[in-house]
């Protein structure tokens, strides 16, 4: 089984779309930009339906060129063109009681268009150069980071086609418009990757979260995994902390405090400390002797600065 992490209310709303639609063979349309979680969202729906039990089968339409997608997408008979010396079921007939997901739909050429638009209407197909027409129930889904609509009204995708596929849309918001999902997907992932590489971490430290928290995350879900299981792999404590976080993602999120609200001269020394630290991985008289002061400073350093309640960065996302 798979789980959704949905605490937002965007997110929320999404999954109750998805559980609705799971009991009806109407197709679905999910959309929303790289990493947000279609692929998740499309095989949480196939789980939740009646052909759960039955297979869930993936075409990717961004990878395949159009001759390809189609001998994917339909099978062939033997002979059907040079290189067919055997033949070969489709993916259609693969999902046949099941559901079948046409990944970045988008990219399909508008001769496949016509042709998928066939199988929908008529519930049949025939394999390239194949005679027998095939019967198939599957459901389908499809998934797409471009605006489909748009891409209609520019006609580089048919409109009856798009009807046919949008029977239930289900928008998949970026992470940045529903950060309240990020600490459990976060904290999911430290479990995960943490088993993964039999690491003991199970946790992020609270300034991590809260850095992670106010990054925008251009990859979506995926670039938040990604970095998560770095953090894993290079943290050498028992939670994952900032120095723990790629260098790009602290810069990203410290231009954007620093917009936000101006740093006092102490407020960048003690963010400077802590970058520093995170170089030295923790060893503070490696760190001192980069800072040009003595460990004995450093230490009052330190001190004055978790006494000023931890400083800005252990506002957010406590969890
Ligand atoms: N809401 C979520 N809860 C748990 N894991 C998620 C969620 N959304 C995405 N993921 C995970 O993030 C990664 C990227 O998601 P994916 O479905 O492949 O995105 P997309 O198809 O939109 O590019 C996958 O590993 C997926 O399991
Ligand atoms: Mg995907």
């Keep these: 089984m798979i789980e959704i992490v949905a605490r937002s209310e965007a997110m929320r709303e999404a999954v109750r779309l998805a559980e609705r639609v799971a009991g009806t063979n109407a197709n679905v349309l999910v959309t929303?930009?790289?990493?947000?979680?279609?692929?998740a969202l499309a095989f949480y729906i196939h789980s939740q339906s009646t052909r759960a039990a039955?297979?869930?089968?993936?075409?990717?339409?961004?990878?395949?060129?159009?001759?390809?997608l189609e001998a994917e997408l339909?099978?062939?008979?033997?002979?059907?063109?040079?290189?067919?010396?055997?033949?070969?079921?489709?993916?259609?007939?693969?999902?046949?009681r099941g559901t079948l997901v046409l990944d970045e739909i988008a990219y399909m050429s508008v001769d496949s268009q016509a042709k998928l638009l066939?199988?929908?209407?008529?519930?049949?197909?025939?394999?390239?150069?194949?005679?027998r027409t095939i019967k198939v129930d599957a459901r389908l889904m499809a998934l797409t980071n471009v605006d489909l609509a748009e891409a209609v009204k520019r006609q580089h995708f048919r409109e009856d086609l798009y009807y046919?596929?949008?029977?239930?849309?289900?928008?998949?918001p970026p992470l940045r418009e529903r950060r309240e999902d990020l600490p459990a997907l976060a904290q999911g992932f430290v479990k995960s990757y943490a088993a993964k590489h039999g690491r003991q971490l199970s946790a992020l430290s609270p300034a991590a979260l809260s850095?992670?928290?106010?990054?925008?995350?251009?990859?979506?879900?995926?670039?938040?995994?990604?970095?998560i299981e770095r953090a894993v792999i290079?943290?050498?404590?028992?939670?994952?902390d900032v120095g723990d976080l790629p260098e790009s993602i602290r810069a990203a999120v410290s231009v954007r405090r620093r917009r936000v609200q101006?740093?006092?001269?102490?407020?960048?020394?003690?963010?400077?400390?802590?970058?520093?630290?995170?170089?030295?991985?923790?060893?503070?008289?490696?760190?001192?002797?980069?800072?040009?002061?003595?460990?004995?400073?450093?230490?009052?350093?330190?001190a004055r600065r978790s006494k000023d309640e931890g400083g800005r960065m252990n506002d957010v996302g406590e969890g």
């Excluded at 066939?118 to 005679?131: K, S, W, Y």
């Design 164 to 172: 046919r596929l949008n029977v239930v849309h289900i928008p998949v």
């Design 118 to 131: 066939r199988v929908i209407e008529t519930r049949e197909f025939e394999r390239l150069g194949g005679r």
């Design 234 to 240: 290079v943290a050498t404590g028992k939670r994952i």
């Design 54 to 68: 039955q297979s869930f089968v993936k075409i990717d339409c961004a990878t395949l060129p159009s001759g390809l």
């Design 32 to 39: 929303g930009e790289s990493g947000v979680g279609k692929d």
């Design 262 to 302: 101006p740093l006092s001269l102490a407020e960048i020394e003690g963010e400077y400390i802590e970058e520093v630290l995170g170089l030295t991985k923790g060893n503070k008289t490696e760190a001192a002797r980069i800072l040009g002061i003595s460990r004995k400073n450093l230490y009052e350093k330190l």
């Design 74 to 96: 339909f099978g062939y008979e033997r002979g059907a063109f040079t290189g067919a010396s055997e033949e070969k079921p489709g993916r259609l007939e693969a999902s046949h």
């Design 211 to 227: 850095l992670l928290t106010e990054y925008d995350f251009p990859g979506n879900v995926r670039e938040l995994a990604n970095t």
